[in-house]
């Protein structure tokens, strides 16, 4: 069954798009009804869905978190903020022959993979070394008096 290009996917698409920021289902939804108030979380859900299935936009499933969007399609790799929670894009290649490299992979067959890598945002990074700064000196103060 064919998929129709409704006005809603299409809005949702645009949405996507716009945002630039990998953002959630919530997200969008709060975008999208911020400007049109009749569309409902179901429809934008289901436009989501529809729309990563077609390779409109790239589904990111994170593990312990909301799942997130991209505009980008092509091949490449993310990391979640353990500080902030955002996810970014990772500046490395991708690697198109890293599933055959799975040891009994003979009797599986691997379409595809996704990784998402764990760390620190620049700004978060930041944030935390000013923090850890901050305790240091404050440790070193409260002992010397």
Do not use: W
Request: with cysteine; hydrophobic share 30%.
């Amino acid at each position: 069954m064919k998929n129709r290009n409704t006005l809603q996917r299409r809005l949702v698409l645009e949405t996507v798009r716009r945002m630039h920021n990998h953002p959630t289902a919530d997200e969008i939804f709060r975008e999208i009804s911020a400007e049109n108030s009749l569309i409902s979380k179901a429809t934008v859900y289901r436009n989501l869905k529809i729309l990563s299935e077609q390779g409109e936009i790239l589904h990111i499933p994170i593990p312990d978190g909301a799942d997130c969007f991209d505009f980008n399609t092509t091949p490449h790799y993310h990391l979640e903020c353990r500080g902030c929670g955002r996810v970014f894009d990772v500046n490395m290649p991708y690697q198109t022959d890293l599933c055959s490299k799975i040891e009994g992979g003979e009797a599986i067959l691997v379409e595809s993979h996704h990784i998402v890598f764990t760390g620190l945002s620049p700004a978060c990074r930041k944030a935390e070394e000013q923090r850890s700064q901050v305790t240091t000196q404050y440790k070193e103060e409260t002992e010397m008096a």
